[in-house]
């Protein structure tokens, strides 16, 4: 069963860094393009950075020169540096994971983990 795994969030002050994990199952992180999403309270859930296979990142503007993306595939581990974090990061983060057979997409999700950061 495929599986997501996410670790690394909790309280930062403004200005201060956290490094969120996401392991997931050997069955698709080879083939898969991961990317990291976030909900805030009241919000939509929002995109804020992607990586494909071979390792090209693209980033939400909002998120662009402070936070990024990178991958371990023989780890099978995505990773999401963020720095100078602001207090509207503030939210819950999603690693995603969707690979593709054939014409069809498949997605899996993780459980989220928190990030507040206070002003």
């Known amino acids: 069963q495929v599986q997501l795994v996410e670790s690394g969030g909790g309280l930062v002050q403004a200005g201060g860094s956290l490094r969120l994990s996401c392991a997931a199952s050997?069955?698709?992180?080879?083939?898969?393009?991961m990317d990291w999403y976030r909900q805030a309270p009241g919000k939509q859930r929002e995109l804020v950075a992607s990586i494909i296979s071979d390792g090209s990142p693209n980033y939400a503007d909002s998120v662009k020169g402070r936070f990024t993306i990178s991958r371990d595939n023989a780890k099978n581990t995505v990773y999401l540096q963020m720095n100078a974090l602001k207090p509207e990061d503030t939210a819950v983060y999603y690693c995603?994971?969707?690979?593709?057979?054939?014409?069809?997409?498949?997605?899996?999700w993780g459980q989220g983990t928190q990030v507040t950061v206070s002003s």
């Open positions: 995603h994971g969707r690979v593709a057979a054939g014409i069809t997409w498949y997605n899996y």
């Open positions: 050997e069955l698709i992180f080879s083939r898969a393009a």
